[in-house]
C-alpha cells in the first residue's frame, strides 16, 4: 500500500507540474549539469555511508506562464548507479541511469539580469530500485539566462529520514514563438 501511495504522490507532482500553469507566455528547452548522490541513494537506505556525488545531465522543456511560474518536464541521465547486487555498492551497467523530472518554480527577487528563484522538484527513477522518488524544494539563481540551482529532496515518503542533496547550472535555450 505505500509503494502505490509513493507512485500516486509522485504522478501529482507530474501533473501538478503542468496543471497550475495559466496562459503559456515563454517556451524553452533546458540542458543542465550537476553534482547529485541521488545516484548512491537510489539502492541504498543506510545514512551513515559516506556520501557519493556523481556527475548528471538533464534535457527537457520547460515553459514561463503570464504569472511567472516555470514549470517543465525532462529526463536526467546519471553518469553512475550504485546497487546491492554487486560488493561495495558499485557501478552496475544493468540498472536503468534515467530519472524522470518535473518542477515548478517562481521568481522571488526579479531584477534585469538577477532572478531569486523558489520552488519544487521531484525525480522518479525509470529503474526497478528501492528509492525511486525524490520530491522537494529548489532554491537557484539565474545571472543572464544562466541557472545555478540547489536542491534537497526526500527519498523516504514512510519515516522522512533518507535525503538527497544536488547543485545544478543549467542553460535555457529559447524557442521562436515567444510573446
Known sequence: MIKLFRYYLC???????????ADVHK???????????ISHKI????????Q?????????????????????????????????????YVYNEDIVALNLISFLNKSII???FFQLNA?????????GSYNNIAIGPT??????????????????LVDFSLYTDEISVSVNIKLGNND
Open 139 to 156: 532554491l537557484g539563481v539565474s545571472l543572464k539566462g544562466i541557472s545555478f540551482e540547489y536542491f534537497k529532496g526526500c527519498m523516504d
Open 27 to 37: 517556451h524553452s528547452f533546458f540542458l543542465s549539469s550537476g553534482l547529485s548522490d
Open 11 to 21: 504522478g501529482i507532482a507530474l501533473i501538478v507540474g503542468f496543471a497550475i500553469c
Open 110 to 112: 526579479d531584477k534585469k
Open 43 to 50: 539502492w541504498n537506505d543506510d545514512t551513515s555511508i559516506d
Open 119 to 127: 520552488g519544487f522538484k521531484s525525480y522518479y527513477n525509470l529503474g
Open 52 to 88: 557519493t556525488f556523481d556527475y548528471f545531465v538533464s534535457l527537457g522543456y520547460s515553459r514561463i506562464d503570464l504569472n511567472g511560474v516555470r514549470s517543465g518536464l525532462g529526463l536526467m541521465y546519471l553518469t553512475q548507479i550504485y546497487s546491492p547486487f554487486d560488493e561495495d
